[in-house]
């Protein structure tokens, strides 16, 4: 079974890769079209919750999934998806997770844009290094041989530019930027979230032979991220709503970058494919689970006072 499901490729057609690009892309542009170069600034005033927010994303998450790698030694090629999908920035809904939560939605913004403009380089950087140190791992990424440039480029065409093109957008017109914003994210989340379940329909044999491998996985996963981000926000005397803005971005990881590298890569790898996708699928439930609890939790103390 083993051998199976690391030779399984998930079937995502040149045109369909195409769609997801140009998604992602869009997707991009209208997060970005919230965002303004003001919003930058807070790393220079208040760069203790940045700071910690980056660290938890980029290196504290990547190393505790490298240690629940060894932990639960999964099949290999799902173990390059829990790499991968911590090399990710935060999710495309982390901001409104984050005001559901109550949570500091500014520091949410922030982070937003300095994390997805540092993948540009940490996402490949933590799926090499990361990859490269698990012996399993390491032998597909030799099997791929991927250049960490062209991985980049990528990574800087589909996050890079739109988040740019969105920021300055939002700078010279600002009343038509939030106008747009709002409707294009919905939109475009919804053709994503669309997507994901086409390619999993499409491949729903494979699907339901292997979920059992990637259920359990993707829950536990996505519960040490939160963790991971809570504990260390914590740790460093962050207030209650910097860390639940801190826990959101760790916990809410951009899947669909990682699909797209996936299938531009690793030529839709099985075990890979199917946990980044249900990581789509889960952290859309368990973030919005997360959002209400605090965002009760919260009420419930304004009430008391």
Same mark, same amino acid.
Not at 130 to 158: C, D, F, H, N
């Given at each position: 079974m083993k051998s199976l499901i690391d030779g399984v490729h998930i079937n995502f057609d040149t045109q369909t890769l195409w769609i997801l690009n140009l998604i992602l892309g869009v997707v991009m542009f209208g997060i970005a079209l919230e965002i303004s170069w003001k919003d930058f600034k807070f790393l220079l005033y208040k760069p203790k919750p940045v700071i910690t927010g980056v660290v938890s994303q980029f290196i504290l998450l990547p190393v505790v999934t490298f240690l629940l790698i060894w932990l639960i030694k999964p099949l290999p090629s799902i173990a390059l998806g829990m790499i991968m999908v911590a090399a990710c920035p935060g999710g495309n809904i982390s901001n409104f997770i984050t005001h559901l939560a109550h949570g500091n939605s500014a520091l949410s913004v922030s982070l937003t844009g300095i994390a997805t403009l540092l993948a540009i380089f940490m996402t490949p950087?933590?799926? /090499? *290094?990361? +990859? +490269?140190?698990?012996?399993?791992? $390491?032998?597909? @990424?030799? /099997?791929?041989? %991927?250049?960490?440039?062209? @991985? %980049?480029?990528? *990574? $800087?065409? %589909?996050?890079g530019i739109p988040l740019v093109a969105g920021i300055w957008t939002n700078h010279k017109w600002p009343v038509l930027a939030k106008k747009m914003g709002k409707t294009l994210k919905i939109i475009s989340l919804l053709f994503f %979230?669309?997507?994901i379940f086409i390619a999993l329909y499409n491949n729903r044999a494979i699907f339901a032979n292997y979920i059992v491998y990637v259920f359990w996985i993707v829950l536990f996963h996505n519960f040490i991220a939160y963790l991971t981000g809570f504990s260390l926000a914590k740790a460093v005397g962050l207030s209650t709503e910097n860390a639940k803005a801190v826990t959101i971005e760790t916990g809410i990881q951009n899947s669909g970058l990682g699909l797209l590298l996936i299938f531009t890569f690793f030529d839709g790898l099985g075990g890979m494919a199917l946990l980044a996708a249900f990581w789509g699928v889960w952290h859309l439930v368990s973030g919005l689970l997360l959002a209400w609890f605090w965002g009760t939790k919260s009420l419930q103390i304004k009430n008391r006072k």
């Open positions: 950087l933590n799926l /090499e *290094v990361w +990859g +490269g140190l698990y012996p399993p791992t $390491a032998l597909i @990424m030799k /099997e791929v041989s %991927i250049s960490p440039w062209q @991985m %980049i480029r990528l *990574v $800087a065409l %589909i996050l %979230i669309l997507l």
